[in-house]
């Protein structure tokens, strides 16, 4: 039976006689979440609705940072190419329905409840020992297959643990980075998860600068018979600060969806492309082009990955996402390790050359031992030398999801960075921090940047709903 809490008192509910309602569902997710120790249950999920993960042409992305920028960029050049793109993308931020994205349009809460209510129903029957990602994993493949998506990219959240979406059966396999957790054997582990997936059809990409890591991965591959291809080095032209910033995962998103064209439309023709431009030129065209083909050029001048990465920019919520239309201009970004924060300061200083900040703070929320201490204070030294404003530490409320850890300890960091002769100020929760800033800055220069985690950005959105900013 599945175990809902309502306002009196926790019960058995049982589906047959009463279906949940939407938020009842979310209710249910939040308190199931668990870690993946196995793929037994998405297996058998997936049994019982007739293998539809078999049905799907897969992706899977995985790495330490920059999974949703390259699956937002891979689906972008798909999507031009006339080809259906289904993304699974985690965590969510604010609702369960941004994982579950089709042609870049999230789920209907209508659609979401029945898949839920089909996938816990089959739970309840089988007695199915499910988590919260098992389900949403299986929701997604039920989405993706009724909806006859020609594509379907999976980002892999388990870099050193277990994730279900690795039972799939990949096709292609893309990895932006591995930067070590806090050993070797993590390390090793992290590479043995990438290996589940791979079989002799898939095609293994990889953005990854670390020759020891491409090394390692490469005799991996090859030892389980996946085709390993040449890594991804050079940036994709995005516009300033873009290139620098996610150019690779640029790169590796366009070496994907060229992977996916030449597997499942040159090869095998497939599927009918709507617009040939961007990742292949139609036949008869090759090589020095007819007057004839210049006119009609001319006449109907077609998009080019040249002016495809010229207007491209990250616009995936939360994830490095610069709004300027507030005063002062905030900056947001989950970043929740120390690769990602890294790269969000080095954002911020290329954002810098161009806009002239006039005053800059930084409120950072994290989970309990997220970062290593010394890590995260090479990087509040670096971040203050070219801030001229507050760094702000402020504990974060404990949300549900995958990373479900209690705050870090705010007055022992602060501690910690005194004795680093960094200055820092501690504040009892997001919202008296962000006031508290947000009171003393009133140019259209100044900006507050806010990250640490998703329940960072979560407490943001919270704020900015009750105070109508």
């Known amino acids: 039976m599945v175990q809902i809490n309502t306002k009196s008192e926790k019960k058995q509910h049982s589906l047959m006689q009463s279906p949940l309602t939407y938020n009842e569902i979310i209710h249910y997710l939040d308190t199931h979440w668990a870690a993946t120790t196995s793929l037994t249950a998405i297996s058998q999920l997936d049994e019982s609705f007739g293998f539809p993960s078999k049905k799907l042409h897969v992706a899977l992305v995985s790495g330490t940072s920059g999974k949703s ?3 937002h960029y891979a689906c972008k050049l798909l999507q031009t190419e006339g080809i259906k793109v289904g993304a699974f993308i985690t965590p969510h931020i604010h609702l369960y329905n941004e994982r579950f994205v089709i042609d870049n349009e999230q789920i209907s809460h209508k659609n979401f409840t029945t898949l839920a209510l089909k996938v816990l129903q089959t739970v309840e029957d089988k007695n199915i020992l499910a988590s919260t990602k098992d389900i949403l994993t299986m929701m997604a493949f039920l989405y993706f297959a009724e909806n006859n998506v020609n594509f379907a990219i999976f980002e892999n959240a388990g870099t050193y643990t277990l994730d279900p979406v690795m039972y ?9 980075r591995i930067i070590p957790n806090t050993s070797h054997d993590d390390t090793l582990a992290a590479f043995e998860n990438l290996m589940l997936p791979i079989t002799s059809k898939t095609h293994f990409l990889c953005a990854d600068q670390n020759k020891q890591n491409l090394q390692i991965m490469q005799k991996m591959v090859q030892a389980k018979g996946g085709q390993w291809q040449m890594p991804t080095r050079k940036l994709a032209p995005l516009p300033y600060p873009f290139e620098q910033l996610h150019g690779r995962c640029g790169a590796l998103a366009q ?8 597997i499942f439309i040159t090869k095998n023709n497939t599927i009918e492309v709507l617009n040939g431009t961007l990742l292949s030129k139609p036949k008869g065209v ?5 007057l004839e083909a210049k ?5 109907n001048p077609s998009q080019s990955l040249e002016s495809f990465w010229n207007q491209a920019s990250n616009n995936v919520p939360y994830r490095f996402e610069f709004i300027t239309n507030t005063t002062p201009m905030i900056l947001l970004d989950n970043a929740d390790n120390i690769d990602a924060l890294t790269n969000l300061f080095l954002g911020y200083r290329l954002l810098a050359y161009k806009n002239q900040f006039k005053n800059v703070s930084l409120i950072i929320g994290c989970h309990q031992d997220q970062f290593n201490d010394d890590d995260l204070i090479k990087e509040l030294r670096n971040f203050g030398k070219k801030a001229s404003g507050t760094i702000a530490l402020c504990p974060i409320k404990n949300i549900m999801g995958e990373k479900n850890k209690p705050s870090w300890d705010v007055a022992k960091m602060v501690n910690v960075a005194k004795n680093a002769k960094i200055k820092v100020k501690a504040y009892k929760n997001f919202t008296e921090a962000f006031t508290a800033l947000h009171g003393t800055y009133n140019d259209s220069k100044d900006l507050i940047i806010i990250t640490g985690s998703s329940a960072m950005i979560q407490e943001y959105l919270h704020y900015q709903n009750s105070a109508n900013l």
């Open 168 to 176: 799939c059966d990949a096709q292609i396999c893309a990895v932006t």
């Open 69 to 71: 920028t390259t699956i």
């Open 255 to 262: 070496k994907l969806a060229h992977t996916y064209h030449d």
């Open 295 to 299: 006119k009609i050029s001319q006449d």
């Open 286 to 290: 090759r090589g020095r082009p007819t």
